[in-house]
């Protein structure tokens, strides 16, 4: 065995020696390391965490379509990115009226005891900003998954803060993506009905002012009978009663161009009304086909993952903590023990002072020992 291995073997002995000379100041510092750590996670109450986790499949809300409008989807004419739909909803979670309108809600909920007093004693602002530390928003990197979380001393306090605020902001959101187009839809076909029926009762009105319902039929007459009124005119020139008829003949072919030119526009009016109508008709039926579709069937925004607080508590319980805090204590204790032992022996040099024990490590003395070969 060679002798840079006894030495070090020896130095492991010497200071094993230091720590069991020093053992009961180690001991005194693990329990007063124990005791400030327990006493401190005391005084810090232990937190709960509530956490919900929101899945989102977008849809038409992002590319509101107007009536007789193209639809749109995500590869055409209006381009958005998961990622900047998935950032849009995280801002609508976090907004500052959610927050307010979330508080509202909660009413005297102490939030941060330790900065804040509940109630009216707090100004709305302070609670406001204490509820925002309070909520903890993130995304799951690479899914459309947000989470919505909160930590509390009071479990139940904490799953409450996380359920409110996240009812708040889906109706917010309703409110500003999903609105209710019902009446929108009844407003419009009750204006195009109108519309129609109006302009039915103008035609109607010239038609019997006329007395002419089909112009085509009527022009067609008309000419026919003053083709054959001329012929025989013709054939009988100077006749009165020929003239007469043909006179009669070219001013109801007058009378139903006339009717016609007033109306043709009339006519494209009453077609465009229709039009609209069926086209408001048709959307009606497709927006609460899709509104019912995404209530009840795939909803933009489903709650997947739900994690009460009560069965997530968040740090260290107080035993845990005086074990870890004495454990550093006693490391610590014999790190400075084993490092003043060593300054001590720098200082005090080769030779022990007379009359006094020897206090050379056990290293040393066993070298001077040993036999010179």
């Known amino acids: 065995m060679g002798s840079g291995v006894i030495s070090f073997i020896l130095a492991i002995f010497d200071m094993a020696a230091d720590l069991r000379r020093w053992m009961w100041l180690i001991l005194v510092a693990a329990m007063v390391a124990a005791g400030m750590g327990g006493a401190y996670q005391v005084q810090s109450p232990r937190q709960f965490e509530a956490d919900t986790a929101l899945l989102y499949r977008f849809g038409r809300e992002y590319f509101p379509v107007a009536p007789g409008e193209q639809p749109r989807n995500w590869s055409e004419n209006v381009r958005i990115t998961l990622d900047s739909a998935i950032f849009t909803e995280m801002r609508i979670l976090s907004s500052h009226q959610v927050f307010e309108r979330t508080l509202e809600r909660l009413g005297d909920v102490e939030l941060l005891p330790a900065s804040q007093p509940a109630g009216d004693e707090a100004p709305t602002s302070a609670r406001v900003r204490d509820l925002v530390e309070a909520v903890h928003i993130s995304r799951f990197q690479g899914a459309?998954?947000?989470?919505?979380?909160?930590?509390?001393?009071?479990?139940?306090?904490a799953d409450r803060i996380?359920?409110?605020?996240?009812?708040?902001?889906?109706?917010?959101?309703?409110?500003l993506l999903d609105r209710d187009a019902t009446?929108?839809?009844?407003?419009?076909?009750?204006?195009?009905?109108?519309?129609?029926?109006?302009l039915i009762a103008v035609r109607k009105q010239i038609e019997d002012?006329?007395?002419?319902?089909?112009?085509?039929?009527?022009?067609?007459?008309?000419?026919?009978?003053?083709?054959?009124?001329?012929?025989q005119l013709l054939q009988n020139p100077g006749n009165v009663?020929?003239?007469?008829?043909?006179?009669?003949?070219?001013?109801?072919?007058?009378?139903?161009?006339?009717?016609?030119?007033?109306?043709?526009?009339?006519?494209?009016?009453?077609?465009?009304?229709?039009e609209r109508q069926l086209t408001l008709e048709v959307e009606e039926t497709n927006w609460t086909l899709t509104r019912d579709f995404s209530k009840k069937v795939a909803p933009v925004v489903s709650v997947i993952d739900q994690r009460t607080a009560t069965e997530n508590p968040v740090g260290m319980s107080p035993g845990v903590a005086a074990a870890i805090a004495g454990l550093l204590g006693a490391i610590l204790a014999g790190l400075g023990?084993?490092?003043?032992?060593?300054?001590?022996?720098?200082?005090?040099?080769?030779?022990?002072?007379?009359?006094?024990?020897?206090?050379?490590?056990?290293?040393e003395l066993f070298r001077m020992a040993a036999p010179i070969k």
């Open 144 to 157: 459309s998954i947000v989470h919505v979380s909160a930590k509390h001393p009071d479990s139940d306090v």
């Open 162 to 175: 996380v359920s409110t605020h996240i009812d708040t902001y889906l109706e917010w959101r309703d409110e």
């Open 183 to 198: 009446a929108y839809f009844e407003n419009q076909l009750n204006a195009a009905r109108e519309e129609h029926q109006t």
């Open 209 to 231: 002012e006329y007395g002419i319902f089909d112009a085509t039929i009527e022009s067609d007459i008309a000419w026919q009978d003053l083709s054959e009124a001329e012929s």
């Open 241 to 274: 009663q020929l003239t007469e008829a043909v006179r009669s003949a070219r001013d109801r072919v007058k009378r139903v161009d006339l009717f016609r030119t007033i109306t043709e526009p009339l006519d494209r009016r009453i077609a465009l009304a229709v």
């Open 337 to 363: 023990v084993l490092i003043l032992e060593q300054i001590r022996r720098m200082s005090l040099g080769d030779a022990p002072p007379e009359d006094s024990i020897d206090e050379r490590p056990a290293s």
